[in-house]
């Protein structure tokens, strides 16, 4: 899915980039592909627009990249905790996956 300007300013204001230069807009721009590669990876396919789970969808999505985003540059010494929240959402995403069966 490509980026939109509507979605990339919904992005921009999630990760709170007022003025982001065009580096920063081209990290963004990869990370946002890398995370929607994951959810479909994972098997959650794009829900429609306008709706709960796309709702649930694009908060993933801007989860993923602002974690990835934050932790560019990082040095990680021990283990890095997975965010439950996090996971019970992709957990409900699967679990509500049209055509599935739960």
């Not at 920063?24 to 990370?31: H, P, R, S, V």
């Amino acid at each position: 899915m490509a980026l939109t300007e509507e979605r990339r300013a919904s992005l921009l204001a999630y990760c709170r980039m007022e003025e982001p230069t065009p580096e920063e807009l081209i990290t963004l721009d990869g990370l946002y592909d890398a995370a929607v590669g994951y959810l479909e990876g994972a098997g959650v396919s794009l829900p429609p627009e306008g709706t709960p789970r796309r709702a649930q969808y694009d908060l993933c999505v801007n989860f993923m990249v602002l974690r990835d985003f934050d932790l560019r540059d990082a040095e990680v010494t021990g283990s890095i905790q997975d965010n439950p929240a996090f996971r019970r959402l992709i957990t409900q995403l699967k679990l509500t996956e049209p055509g599935e069966e739960a």
